[in-house]
């Protein structure tokens, strides 16, 4: 398996405009995480899904975040529109199961917002 | 609720000797514990994990890490460190009724030669 892809691999956009970070989880795994890395506050989980529901947005910053997973292959984290502070490393990661299973992450996307 | 202390932010160990990264955690309940390394520009890489049973959890690399109930600790270990594992290290605990893990903030570890 070629392990959790993301896409775009770097995104460099202009304050105001719409971002879309893709995410192709481990076929078979059944929970997608969305992360983002920061110097000032390190990892946090913004979102997870099970079985393509979304089951806790509690870590999801604003409501220009928005995050979908429309089949069990692909997800989408969106940010409308961005502003500079946004500008991080979000990983998207994925398990077979519950918090007793490894979770797998992709190699993120660098988000620099102008 | 659950959270996990990383309390050094950088380790410096020389190559050869033994390398220690604290993580100390506290959930309700039994705690499933992990290891994640970070390496440049990429994403983060399980290392080991206690799930139940012996304390001393053997993973990748080398690693190993004690699990301690009454210190609520779960230390990684190495007995000989080499110059690429010189990276960032995450411990991140879950409770056995949450989907979601919680990391720790990340100890660099700088392995001169």
Redesign the interface.
């Given at each position: 398996d070629a392990g959790?892809i993301q896409s775009p691999r770097h995104e460099v956009t202009e304050m105001g405009q719409e971002v879309t970070l893709r995410c192709k989880p481990i076929s078979g795994h059944d929970?997608l995480f969305w992360y983002r890395q920061t110097m000032m506050r390190?990892?946090e989980?913004l979102i997870?899904f099970?079985n393509n529901v979304p089951?806790?947005d509690s870590g999801m910053p604003e409501d220009r975040f928005s995050a979908k997973m429309p089949n069990a292959s692909f997800s989408t984290l969106k940010i409308q529109p961005s502003e500079p502070r946004d500008s991080a490393v979000y990983?998207c990661?994925s398990s077979l199961g519950?918090?007793?299973d490894?979770?797998?992450?992709?190699?993120?996307t660098r988000l620099t917002v102008l | 609720a659950q959270s996990v202390a990383q309390p050094e932010d950088q380790v410096n160990v020389a190559e050869g000797n033994p390398l220690t990264v604290k993580c100390t955690y506290s959930v309700s309940g039994n705690p499933y514990l992990f290891w994640y390394v970070q390496y440049p520009n990429r994403g983060l890489q399980f290392l080991l994990k206690y799930i139940t049973g012996d304390n001393l959890v053997k993973g990748s690399y080398g690693f190993e890490a004690e699990f301690n109930k009454s210190q609520t600790s779960f230390h990684l270990k190495k007995p000989s460190a080499l110059v690429s594992d010189s990276a960032l290290y995450f411990c991140a605990v879950a409770g056995y009724n949450t989907d979601k893990l919680i990391f720790g903030t990340g100890t660099r570890l700088q392995v001169f030669p």
């Open positions: 959790v929970y390190g990892l989980l997870y099970n089951i806790d990983f990661a519950t918090s007793i490894t979770q797998y992450f992709g190699p993120g | -």
